[in-house]
């Protein structure tokens, strides 16, 4: 007997997105900033459309590359 599947949507595409994600992120590093960092982090936030989180991380991404490309020279 054929399994009919159900045709996905939008919201069923961002509830999957959002659960894959979770999964896969897992670890949780907490720091203190200063309220000004907060406030700029925010304002990126917003002008953005991304959360705190993925700034934070693309922020650690290009500061190890930057790193990587240092050590190389």
């Excluded at 949780?28 to 406030?39: A, G």
């Amino acid at each position: 007997m054929a399994r009919i599947k159900k045709p996905e949507t939008k919201e069923t595409k961002v509830i999957q997105s959002k659960k894959n994600k979770k999964d896969h992120l897992q670890n949780i590093i907490s720091l203190r900033i200063s309220d000004q960092q907060k406030i700029t982090l925010e304002k990126l936030s917003k002008a953005t459309s991304k959360s705190v989180s993925d700034i934070m991380r693309e922020a650690v991404n290009l500061w190890s590359a930057k790193r990587r490309n240092l050590c190389l020279d």
